[in-house]
RNA sequence: CGCGGGAUAGAGCAGCCCGGUAGCUCGUCAGGCUCAUAACCUGAAGGUCGUUGGUUCAAAUCCUUCUCCCGCAACCA
């Protein structure tokens, strides 16, 4: 047993989650952290929101609310959601919390002491009218070079000129419209990368071997372009006010206490229960463990360069990610996912329509690890009904339909196995064995593949054995076969509850059995088929899954915007 | 010449690192079964592996040209 930190990139407060956000690192980080509790590791696996920042700011003045209130609101909306989804969080906070202000706090103080904190003097926009610095992204305008109306302070969308927002002709702020806008000079505090960067060479060298290509590829980008020293506070009110002299009116910059929220929120967990947990085991102390991050590949520098500068810069012993998992972006019908358009899908949404499993199961197996990957409800729909449907549900209703028909509500006693019975336990052992490696690797696509392959088997076994022709001549031999078919059943569920855990119970109380502390450590396929034995009672139950029948395809298809009729 | 990823049957993907008969799932077509959810099982058809040139006995795989798609480009997060 090992003990294994699993963190998910923290969601930013602001957006309502869509389908892209769920599979882009919350869920797969949960499915992982299922199936590593499952194999007998200890897991702490921490996420929460992420809520300082421009957008936030705004997006209260928006909603007419005060940040505090409006960034509560936000928190438990994403809260829900993430139930919802059954995602399994030891902890999930806020990076606005306490402990993450003392945790920035720590670190900040620490960097400072050793000489990675330097001051520049900044030049930026100041808008009259919203009383506040604007962020290049926040300021429009036309562009000099192409003319375009619509240029944004920080790049021409139409030509892709990179511009400064000086540059622009009447610009004008996209918060208030206003076009009073001047340039101020301000001082800011910067992280002396450049001075960090040996050390942080070094040790993303030792991690060529362990990283995802994605991964790795775009960290060796950022050092060979060079570090610059990088700007860590802001002019704004909404995040931690900077603790050194001349700085009190500014706050930490967003990118900067984010992912020190992972710390912060193990400390928030660990003040739950001071006398069991301990902050210090996982990231101070923790040479025995295994630190693995969930992110999008935008999130990737700043997981792999920034935060990890960070923390060597403390010369601190911090834990620092040992496997980072970058995934590439799900689009919508072949575009992207657009609330203001009404185009995509949300997660809230997506949950009033189907439970979580059906999502969870189909996100999983068409998550775009390799590249972008696109959902479209046809696809859903014929890997709900083909996998799902037809061959999980289906074997689990006809074992126990033809079970309870000939024998009655318990398994049926009598009859021997024969080499069937080995062959197709071989079989299966084989695709758990490399079931298990994937889901080790993280190589999700694969681990899901096989997860359905073991689930065939359970057809391919009964259509071979066909006890409804059996049993005319050897009733005993039929009631062997239905025994293997209900252990199977159990299996099944065993295997398939890091991915669909509802399922997974629903499949367990028929036999009056439950998850609870399930283990698939060393699991031998050839002891587990004989785990329920004769006599125990079982119910049949509603099917497991609804199928989705084109109409309703459609009809999902025209309320959720698609392009595609 | 900014950087990275991708392009393989109608659709979604694996194979590429380490060259040796092009594979999986869905869909389509044919057959089988009747326990089960129009389900399940078996078989078939369908691809000159985006483009150009090269290395090699041999290229999806290694090198090169170009095209298209996605993301990033450090002050959106």
């Not at 969308?157 to 540059?167: A, H, I, R, S």
Request: aromatic residues 12%; charged residues 25%.
């Amino acid at each position: 047993m090992s003990k294994i930190l699993v963190t998910s990139a923290l969601p930013y407060i602001n957006g309502v989650p869509h389908l892209g956000h769920m599979v882009g690192c919350l869920l797969p980080s949960d499915v992982y952290a299922r199936f590593m509790r499952m194999t007998g590791h200890e897991v702490l696996y921490i996420a929460g929101t992420d809520e300082h920042g421009t957008t936030s700011e705004v997006g209260a003045l928006k909603a007419g609310m005060n940040v505090e209130d409006y960034c509560q609101m936000n928190h438990q909306r994403h809260r829900q959601t993430y139930h919802d989804f059954n995602l399994s969080f030891d902890c999930f906070g806020r990076t606005s919390s306490k402990q993450n202000r003392e945790m920035t706090y720590e670190i900040f103080e620490a960097l400072n002491k050793n000489g990675f904190i330097e001051e520049r003097a900044v030049k930026q926009i100041w808008s009259n009218d919203d009383k506040m610095f604007l962020a290049d992204r926040y300021i429009t305008g036309t562009c000099p070079y192409c003319g375009y109306e619509k240029a944004r302070g920080d790049q021409c969308e139409n030509c892709t000129k990179v511009l400064e927002p000086t540059d622009l002709i009447n610009a004008k702020s996209t918060i208030s419209g206003s076009s009073n806008l001047e340039v101020k000079e301000s001082k800011h505090l910067f992280l002396s990368l450049p001075k960090i960067e040996p050390k942080l060479k070094e040790w993303l060298k030792s991690k060529e071997a362990f990283w995802p290509d994605v991964a790795y590829s775009i960290a060796m980008k950022w050092l060979k372009e060079g570090l610059e020293p990088r700007c860590i506070t802001r002019d704004l009110k909404w995040g931690f006010s900077v603790p050194k002299k001349g700085y009190e009116d500014k706050v930490f910059y967003v990118w900067f206490d984010a992912p020190i929220g992972y710390l912060g929120i193990t400390k928030q967990w660990a003040d739950e229960k001071p006398d069991e947990r301990n902050f210090k085991d996982w990231w101070l102390t923790g040479d025995d463990v295994y630190y693995v991050q969930f992110m999008g590949k935008d999130n990737v520098p700043y997981h792999a360069i920034t935060f990890p500068a960070t923390l060597l810069g403390t010369g601190e012993n911090y834990k620092k990610v040992d496997i980072l998992k970058g995934f590439s972006y799900l689009t919508y019908e072949g575009g992207k996912f657009s609330k203001s358009e009404n185009r995509g899908i949300f997660a809230e949404d997506a949950i009033k329509e189907f439970e979580a499993d059906y999502w969870r199961y189909f996100l999983m197996s068409n998550i775009p690890e390799s590249s972008d990957s696109s959902f479209s409800f046809d696809l859903f729909a014929s890997v709900i009904n083909k996998d799902l449907n037809g061959v999980l549900g289906n074997f689990v209703s006809r074992v126990l339909k033809m079970t309870a028909s000939k024998f009655g509500n318990t398994i049926p006693a009598g009859g021997k196995t024969t080499e069937l019975e080995n062959t197709m336990l071989n079989t299966v052992q084989n695709h758990i064995d490399r079931y298990f490696k994937y889901m080790n690797a993280l190589e999700f696509r694969k681990a899901l593949s096989e997860l359905r392959a073991i689930w065939v088997e359970g057809n391919n076994y009964i259509t071979a054995a066909e006890p409804w022709t059996v049993i005319k001549e050897d009733e005993n031999r039929a009631a062997a076969i239905l025994r293997v078919c209900a252990n199977l059943i159990r299996i099944f569920a065993l295997l398939s509850a890091p991915i669909t855990p509802q399922t997974a119970e629903k499949m367990l109380q028929a036999f009056s059995l439950n998850l609870g502390d399930a283990d698939l450590k060393d699991f031998d396929v050839s002891k587990q088929i004989e785990f329920l034995k004769e006599g125990h009672s079982f119910e049949v139950g509603e099917p497991l899954f609804e199928r989705i029948s084109p109409e309703r395809t459609l009809e999902l298809k025209t309320k959720y915007g698609s392009t595609q009729p």
